[in-house]
T-cell receptor, first 115, second 115 residues
Framework: EPEVTQTPSHQVTQMGQEVILRCVPISNHLYFYWYRQILGQKVEFLVSFYNNEISEKSEIFDDQFSVERPDGSNFTLKIRSTKLEDSAMYFC?????????????FGPGTRLTVL | AQSVTQLGSHVSVSEGALVLLRCNYSSSVPPYLFWYVQYPNQGLQLLLKYTSAATLVKGINGFEAEFKKSETSFHLTKPSAHMSDAAEYFCAVSEWSEGAQKLVFGQGTRLTINP
């Protein structure tokens, strides 16, 4: 069964460093998402992406964040200069369409620890 | 904006007992509602979803949920808990805006099964 994969499973970085979190969505899906979950808090929407453009982004997704689909299979989230408060579990998701009725398929997450 | 509230961050039941996980939503339009489960070290997996076709929705692993508009609720139940049901459960409502979908999650409920 097709699944969303994410690498790495755990990333430790120093404050101020750049990190890139990688995701491989399900191959025939067209919409891609990033969510994050700070320990003990809700899963929060960060950004949606379709047709090589951001469709919507939350207030969390500031200028330090960017997304890219560099090669038609990978979908990446870059944080330019990490802060302590960026420590969280980051989930990638994909769906075949952007309709509200659709299920989103989630990856296992990348745990980011900023020291 | 839509929102979801899950009552009880931790629920503990005995093996064989009824499982009841509570979810209330707030939405100005007929909602699409989802229950996801997260097993340790895995991604979010869809248990079931409400799309207005039927108020009682059956999902995987013996779970079901009933949509009650008058109570703005979508509680998740399972008649007899199994040890393998131990996981974190997330209720979510789907929003559509800016040409794409996003999920708005509750804070999650950790289910523990006692032998």
């Amino acid at each position: 069964e097709p699944e969303v994969t994410q690498t790495p499973s755990h990333q430790v970085t120093q404050m101020g460093q750049e990190v890139i979190l990688r995701c491989v969505p399900i191959s025939n899906h067209l919409y891609f998402y990033w969510y994050r979950q700070i320990l003990g808090q809700k899963v929060e929407f960060l950004v949606s992406f379709y047709n090589n453009e951001i469709s919507e982004k939350s207030e969390i997704f500031d200028d330090q964040f960017s997304v890219e689909r560099p090669d038609g299979s990978n979908f990446t989230l870059k944080i330019r200069s990490t802060k302590l408060e960026d420590s969280a579990m980051y989930f990638c998701a994909s769906s075949p369409s952007g309709l509200a009725i659709n299920e989103q398929f989630f990856g296992p997450g990348t745990r980011l620890t900023v020291l | 904006a839509q929102s979801v509230t899950q009552l009880g961050s931790h629920v503990s039941v005995s093996e064989g007992a009824l499982v009841l996980l509570r979810c209330n939503y707030s939405s100005s339009v007929p909602p699409y509602l989802f229950w996801y489960v997260q097993y340790p070290n895995q991604g979010l997996q869809l248990l079931l979803k409400y799309t207005s076709a039927a108020t009682l929705v059956k999902g995987i692993n013996g779970f079901e949920a009933e949509f009650k508009k008058s109570e703005t609720s979508f509680h998740l139940t399972k008649p007899s808990a199994h040890m393998s049901d131990a996981a974190e459960y997330f209720c979510a409502v789907s929003e559509w805006s800016e040409g794409a979908q996003k999920l708005v999650f509750g804070q999650g409920t950790r289910l523990t099964i006692n032998p």
